[in-house]
């Protein structure tokens, strides 16, 4: 699989968008959950609303304006694709990193009951912080990392029981 991702705008709008793209813009973090951005001179003040990193799901505020934003990549559309997102979550028993990044929190301490869609960790990755939640009720059996810790893609983050 390629590093390219397809990123729909409220959506209607579609582009291509790449690491190496994200990687030439000039971005400064201001805030938690704010950027400065700076593209062929023009300038945009990003916060980013409300997030869900499994589902690649994201609502942000570009100078002011609110957009529904959906990131998909190669792997999701070959996933569904084969019919393998119907219900694919509830039998996930562990958690792999979807990307490289550093693990900025961990919301979750092993033995504890957790459900779907409930926050599990913070992992910054590609200069924004992703909520990575649990894709199904269950009861936390390991945490592979540490805050702190910089993580490579597929490496375990959260098994469960």
Do not use: C, W
């Given at each position: 699989m390629d590093d390219s991702y397809t990123v729909k705008i409220?959506?209607?709008?579609d582009f291509p968008l790449s690491n190496g793209d994200v990687s030439q813009l000039?971005?400064?973090?201001?805030?938690?959950d704010s950027f400065h951005i700076l593209k062929e001179d023009i300038s945009y003040h990003v916060k980013i609303v409300s997030s869900?990193?499994?589902?690649?799901?994201y609502t942000v505020n570009v100078n002011g304006n609110?957009?529904?934003?959906?990131?998909?990549?190669?792997?999701d559309d070959l996933i569904q694709k084969m019919g393998f997102a119907i219900n694919g979550a509830k039998n996930i028993d562990s958690i792999?990193?979807?990307?490289?990044?550093?693990?900025?929190?961990?919301?979750?301490e092993e033995g504890q009951e957790v459900k779907e869609d409930e926050q599990l960790l913070v992992?910054?990755?590609?200069?924004?912080?992703n909520s990575i939640t649990s894709p199904r009720n269950g009861?936390?059996?390991k945490i592979a990392v540490n805050q702190g810790d910089a993580v490579d893609?597929?490496?375990l983050l959260i098994e469960f029981e």
């Amino acid at each position: 699989m390629d590093d390219s991702y397809t990123v729909k705008i409220d959506g209607n709008f579609d582009f291509p968008l790449s690491n190496g793209d994200v990687s030439q813009l000039d971005i400064i973090k201001s805030k938690k959950d704010s950027f400065h951005i700076l593209k062929e001179d023009i300038s945009y003040h990003v916060k980013i609303v409300s997030s869900d990193f499994t589902r690649g799901l994201y609502t942000v505020n570009v100078n002011g304006n609110e957009h529904e934003v959906s990131i998909h990549t190669p792997l999701d559309d070959l996933i569904q694709k084969m019919g393998f997102a119907i219900n694919g979550a509830k039998n996930i028993d562990s958690i792999a990193a979807p990307m490289p990044g550093l693990i900025l929190d961990i919301s979750v301490e092993e033995g504890q009951e957790v459900k779907e869609d409930e926050q599990l960790l913070v992992l910054e990755a590609m200069k924004m912080e992703n909520s990575i939640t649990s894709p199904r009720n269950g009861v936390i059996k390991k945490i592979a990392v540490n805050q702190g810790d910089a993580v490579d893609k597929k490496q375990l983050l959260i098994e469960f029981e």
